[in-house]
C-alpha cells in the first residue's frame, strides 16, 4: 500500500492529523461515494499529537464533499441581474486588474476591500496581507474572524501585551478543575472534549464545570452546569472573584510580582457580592459559591471558551475577566492551568499569525505600530510610508461602506456573507448595491454567487499544499493529494498573479507554496510567534511543530534557580506553553488585570421583544453547509433547521414540538419548527446557524441577529438579540415557502 499523505481536518481549531490515502488500494474495493464517484480513504493519524489518532464525524466523512458541486471555471457578468459567461483566467484576472487601478486613482485605495477567511492556509492569508495592505497600501483586509476570535485577541493583547493562547492540549490531562465558559465543546470542539471527559471520568477528583444558558451534550458532562441568563458573563466572573478575595484565597506572591492593576480590579469586584450576582445571572447562590470553590480549591484550573464569550457587545472584557481569575489565583504558565480560548476555523490561529485582521501585520505586529510598519515595508521592499497607519474597515465596516456607496471593488474568499454575516437583511442589501465584487470559493452554488460579478474557482484543502495553526499553536503541512477541479487554483496563486500583473513582479516572485511559507516565517523571527525555523521541509520530516518563541523565552530567565524560584524550563515546556516564566510581552513584562463593571446585552429583551434570542451550532453540521450539506449522513443527522423553546414558554406561546412559529426582530424574520426542550432556560430561545437561503426557506439566524460589537475587537454580538415568536399554522408556512427540508438545489 502507498504511503497515506498526512494533513490535518479543514473544519475546526482543533486541528485533528488526518491520513488519506487512494480511492483504489490493493486487495481492497475502490472506495466509491453513493453516486459512483471513487472518494479517498480518510483516517485519523496516530501519530499526530494534538489528536492522537481520534477524528470526528466532520473529520471522517470530509472526502464525500470534495467532488460535489464544485466551480470549475471563473465565470464573469456585467450585472448581477445578467447570467454568469465562463471566461479565462486571463480575461478574469485582467477584468480585476483594471478594476483595481480605476479604483485605486479615483476613489483612492482605501474603495478596495477584502474580506478573507479563517478557512485560507497561511500562504493564502500572507500574499494577501502583502497585496492588499504592502502594494495596494490599504488596511481593509478583514477575515471572518472577525465574527469569531477577534475578542479573544484583543482580550490576550490587552492582558498579556500579546495574542496567542497561552496553553496546550496535554493540559487537558493534567488539570484539576475545568471551567468551560460559552462553549459547546462536545459538539464544536468534539475530540477535546473526549479527551477532557477521559481525564474527568478517570480522576474522581477532577471538576468540569460548563457555564452556558443551554444544557448542550457538553453540560451534560458536568459536575457543576451554570445556566447564566445570557450576557451575565462578567457578573459571574466578579461574583467568584469576589468570593476568592473574600476568602483570601489569592496568589498574593505572583499579583505583586507579574501583574499591574489588581488594586483598580478589587474597586469593581467589591460591588459583585453573592446576593447580586446570583440575581443577575439567575443561579442559586450555592451554585456561584461551589464555582468560586472549585477555583479556591484546584491546583490547576484551565479555563476554556469559545463564541459564547467572544461573539459579545462586551466581547473583550468577558476575555480579559476570564483571565482575571487566572491573574489573581496565579494560574497561568504551568501544566493543566491557564485562560485557553478554543479556536473555531482550522486556520484562524494561522490568520492571526499573518496578520489577517485589519488592525494587523504579520508576525503578531499592528499598523499602528511605527516600528513594524517600516519592519516590514523594508522586508516587502516597499517605499517606507507605504503601509498605513490607520486600521482598515472591519467586515461589517465593509458592509457599511458598500451601503454608502464608499467601496468600490468588494473581494471575498473563503467565506459566505450572504449567511454568515450579522442583519442579514441589511448585509444582503449592502452586497446588491456593490458596484463590482469578486467571490472565490470551491462550490457553487452558494447564497454569495447571487452577490458577485466575477467567480474565482478555489482549490481548496487537499488540492494545494500550505499550512495550518490550530488551538495550541501546533502547525501542520497539509500537502495535497489530489488535482484541482477544472481550472482552480490556490488562493495565494490567484493573488499573486494579480500582484505581478499590478507592476509588482519582484514582490510576488514564487513558484511554489513553501517559498511563500518560508519568506512569511523568516518575517516572524523575533516576535512573539517565532516559527523562523519551519519550513514546509521541516515539517514534513518532523511532523506538526508548535510555535513558542522558546529563546526570546529562556533568554529573560536565570542561569541558575533565582530569588523568584524561576529555573529556566526544560525545551519541551518551553514549547508547549506561554509565560512559563511569567514574563508577560508588556513593556514591563507583567500582566494587567482588567477592570470591568456589566454591561450586559446590547439588546435587552423588552415588551415588544420579550425572548432572548441565542445562534450556534450543530455536531456534524459546519458554517453555512457548503461542505456539509452535500455530505448525506450529515445531511441526515440534522435534517432541518428548528427553535429551542423551553416548556414554559411554548406553553404560555401555545405551541408543542413539530409546530410553527415566526420569530420577529426589530431587523428580520424567519420561521422554524418548535423543539420543546428544558435544555433551554425560559425566556431564552436557541436557533442554529447552518441554515442559509440555499438550504431551507425564511429559516436565517442572521435574519434576527444584529451588528452591535464590542468597542475594542469590534466582534460583534452574534449570540444575542431580542425577538418576539408567534405561532403560525403549517398550511401558512407551506403556502407561503414551499418548504422542503434540507434541499440540495
Ligand atoms: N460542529 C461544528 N463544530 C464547529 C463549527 C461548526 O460550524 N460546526 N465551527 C467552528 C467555529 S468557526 C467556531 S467559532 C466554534 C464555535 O464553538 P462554540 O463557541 O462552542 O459554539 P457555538 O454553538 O457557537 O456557541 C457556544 C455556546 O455559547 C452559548 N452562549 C450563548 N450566549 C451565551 C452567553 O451569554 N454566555 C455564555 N457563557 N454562553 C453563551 C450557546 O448557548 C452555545 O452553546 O466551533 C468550531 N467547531
Ligand atoms: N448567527 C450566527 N452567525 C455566525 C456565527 C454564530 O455563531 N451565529 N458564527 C460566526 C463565526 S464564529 C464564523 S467563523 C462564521 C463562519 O461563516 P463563513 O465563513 O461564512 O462560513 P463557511 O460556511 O465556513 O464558509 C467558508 C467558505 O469557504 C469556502 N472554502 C473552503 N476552503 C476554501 C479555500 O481554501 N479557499 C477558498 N477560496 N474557499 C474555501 C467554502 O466552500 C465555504 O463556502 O460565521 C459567523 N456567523
Ligand atoms: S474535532 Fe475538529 S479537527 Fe477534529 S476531526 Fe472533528 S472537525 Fe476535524
Ligand atoms: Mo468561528
Known amino acids: 500500500m502507498a504511503e497515506p499523505t498526512k494533513t490535518l ?35 485519523g493519524d496516530r501519530t499526530h499529537p494534538s489528536s492522537q489518532g481520534m477524528v470526528c464525524v466532520k473529520g471522517a466523512t470530509i472526502a464525500e464533499s470534495l467532488h460535489k458541486d464544485r466551480l470549475r471555471y471563473p465565470m464573469m457578468r456585467e450585472s448581477l441581474d445578467q447570467p454568469f459567461r465562463q471566461v479565462s483566467w486571463d480575461d478574469a484576472i485582467v477584468a480585476i486588474v483594471n478594476r483595481i487601478q480605476v479604483v485605486r486613482f479615483t476613489q483612492g485605495p482605501d474603495a478596495i476591500c477584502m474580506y478573507g477567511s479563517g478557512q485560507f492556509q497561511t500562504e493564502d492569508y500572507y500574499i494577501a496581507q502583502k497585496l492588499i495592505k504592502g502594494c495596494l497600501g490599504t488596511n481593509n483586509f478583514d477575515a471572518n474572524s472577525r465574527l469569531c476570535m477577534s475578542s479573544a485577541v484583543s482580550g490576550y493583547i490587552q492582558s498579556f501585551g500579546a495574542d496567542g493562547p497561552p496553553c496546550c492540549y ?23 472534549y473526549n479527551r477532557l471527559r477521559k481525564h474527568h471520568k478517570k480522576h474522581r477528583n477532577v471538576k468540569l464545570v460548563v457555564v452556558d444558558p443551554r444544557r448542550t451534550a457538553t453540560a451534560d458532562g458536568a459536575d457543576l452546569h451554570l ?30 510580582t507579574h501583574t499591574n492593576g489588581f488594586d483598580q480590579f478589587v474597586e469593581v469586584i467589591r460591588h459583585y457580592p453573592p446576593p447580586v450576582v446570583a440575581e443577575r445571572c439567575g443561579i442559586s447562590e450555592a451554585d456561584l459559591s461551589m464555582a468560586a470553590h472549585f477555583w479556591a480549591r484546584s491546583q490547576r484550573i484551565l479555563s476554556m471558551w469559545s463564541m459564547g464569550v467572544n461573539q459579545s457587545s462586551e ?83 465593509m458592509i457599511l461602506g458598500l451601503e454608502m456607496g464608499e467601496v468600490g471593488l468588494f473581494w471575498v474568499a473563503a467565506t459566505n456573507p450572504a449567511v454568515s454575516m450579522p442583519d442579514l437583511e441589511r448585509t444582503k442589501a449592502a452586497l446588491k448595491r456593490s458596484p463590482f465584487t469578486i467571490y472565490q470559493d470551491c462550490y457553487t452554488p452558494t447564497e454569495m454567487v447571487d452577490y458577485a460579478h466575477i467567480l474565482l474557482p478555489a482549490a481548496q484543502w487537499s488540492e494545494k499544499t500550505g499550512v495550518m495553526t490550530n488551538s495550541e499553536r501546533r502547525i501542520t503541512l497539509c500537502s495535497q493529494f489530489r488535482t484541482p477541479p477544472g481550472e482552480a487554483k490556490p488562493d495565494w496563486l490567484i493573488f499573486a498573479e494579480v500582484g505581478r500583473r499590478l507592476g509588482f513582479a519582484k514582490q510576488f516572485a514564487y513558484n511554489y507554496s513553501a517559498e511563500v511559507y518560508k519568506e512569511f516565517a523568516r518575517l516572524t523571527q523575533g516576535q512573539p510567534c517565532d516559527q523562523s525555523e519551519l519550513s514546509h521541509t521541516y515539517l514534513f520530516e518532523h511532523g506538526a511543530t508548535q510555535w513558542a518563541n522558546p529563546a526570546a523565552q529562556a533568554s529573560d530567565l536565570p542561569e541558575k534557580p533565582g530569588l523568584l524560584g524561576l529555573v529556566r524550563p526544560a525545551p519541551a515546556a518551553v514549547s508547549s506553553r506561554l509565560y512559563v516564566d511569567h514574563q508577560f510581552h508588556t513593556p514591563d513584562k507583567r500582566a494587567r ?23 450556534g451550532r450543530l455536531y456534524g453540521h459546519w458554517h453555512t453547509q457548503s461542505r ?32 410553527w412559529v415566526e420569530v ?35 429559516a436565517e439566524a442572521n435574519a434576527l441577529t444584529h451588528a452591535e460589537a464590542c468597542p475594542d475587537s469590534r466582534q460583534p454580538e452574534l449570540k444575542a438579540c431580542a425577538v418576539e415568536i408567534l405561532p403560525i399554522s403549517a398550511e401558512v408556512v407551506a403556502q407561503a415557502q414551499e418548504f422542503e427540508p434540507s434541499l440540495v438545489r
Open 9 to 43: 481536518c479543514p473544519y475546526c481549531g482543533v486541528g485533528c492529523g488526518l491520513e488519506v490515502m487512494a480511492p483504489a488500494q490493493p486487495g481492497k474495493a475502490v472506495n466509491r461515494d453513493k453516486d459512483g464517484t471513487p472518494i479517498w480513504f480518510v483516517r
Open 664 to 698: 420577529r426582530s426589530r431587523r428580520g424574520m424567519a420561521r422554524f419548527p418548535v423543539l420543546v426542550t428544558k435544555a433551554i432556560a425560559p425566556g431564552t430561545v436557541f436557533v442554529p446557524m447552518h441554515w442559509g437561503a440555499l438550504w431551507a426557506d425564511q
Open 170 to 192: 496535554d493540559d487537558l490531562d493534567e488539570t484539576d478543575c475545568a471551567f468551560l465558559i460559552g462553549t459547546n465543546t462536545a459538539e464544536c470542539h468534539p475530540i477535546l
Open 227 to 256: 445556566a447564566i441568563k445570557p450576557g451575565t458573563d462578567i457578573d459571574l466572573m466578579n461574583g467568584i472573584a469576589y468570593l476568592l478575595w473574600r476568602w483570601h484565597d489569592l496568589d498574593h506572591a505572583f499579583i505583586e
Open 315 to 397: 466581547g473583550t472584557a468577558k476575555v480579559r475577566s476570564i483571565i482575571n481569575l487566572h491573574l489573581m489565583t496565579g494560574q497561568i504558565g504551568k501544566p493543566g492551568a491557564g485562560p485557553f480560548s478554543l479556536t473555531g476555523q482550522p486556520n484562524a490561529m494561522g490568520g492571526r499569525e499573518a496578520g489577517g485582521l485589519s488592525h494587523l501585520l504579520p508576525g503578531y505586529r499592528t499598523v499602528q505600530n511605527a516600528q513594524h510598519r517600516e519592519d516590514v515595508e523594508r522586508f516587502w521592499g516597499l517605499p517606507p510610508g507605504k503601509i498605513s497607519p490607520s486600521p482598515g474597515r472591519t467586515a461589517w465596516e
Open 628 to 659: 456539509t450539506g452535500r455530505i448525506e449522513k450529515l445531511r441526515v443527522m440534522h435534517p432541518n433547521p428548528f427553535i429551542e423553546i423551553h416548556p414554559k414558554d411554548a406553553e404560555k406561546l401555545g405551541v408543542k414540538s413539530d409546530e
Open 593 to 615: 488585570f482588567g477592570a470591568y463593571h456589566s454591561r450586559g446585552l446590547a439588546e435587552p429583551p423588552d415588551d415588544r421583544y420579550p425572548f432572548v434570542l441565542t445562534t
